[in-house]
């Protein structure tokens, strides 16, 4: 029996820079998941996604993450995701600098 489909977020990574980023409603990429369009159709999301990976020349490796809508917005299920929010982890810096 197929998984029944749960709510998403499209992130990726910022062509530039490396930054997990998100895609918004509005079609720009924000650095913050909390800015994310929550996607809770699953044919929605697969076409959304399909439209991200068409900006090659902002972004790398574009992909639908579970997610939950907060009162802050959308925020991660998933600590793999919930570990891309707050930066690289070699050493404190850009988000991690601010904690």
Do not use: C
């Amino acid at each position: 029996m197929p998984r029944a489909f749960t709510p998403k977020v499209i992130t990726a990574n910022a062509l530039l820079e490396g930054d997990a980023i998100w895609l918004t409603e509005t079609n720009d990429w924000s650095r913050d998941i909390a800015d994310a369009e929550l996607l809770t159709d699953e044919a929605h999301a697969e076409l959304r996604l399909i439209e991200a990976q068409a900006f090659t020349d902002q972004i790398a490796g574009a992909y639908l993450a579970d997610a939950k809508q907060t009162a802050d917005g959308p925020a991660p299920t998933h600590f793999r995701e919930s570990f891309r929010t707050r930066g690289p982890s070699n050493y404190p810096h850009g988000k991690q600098a601010e904690v």
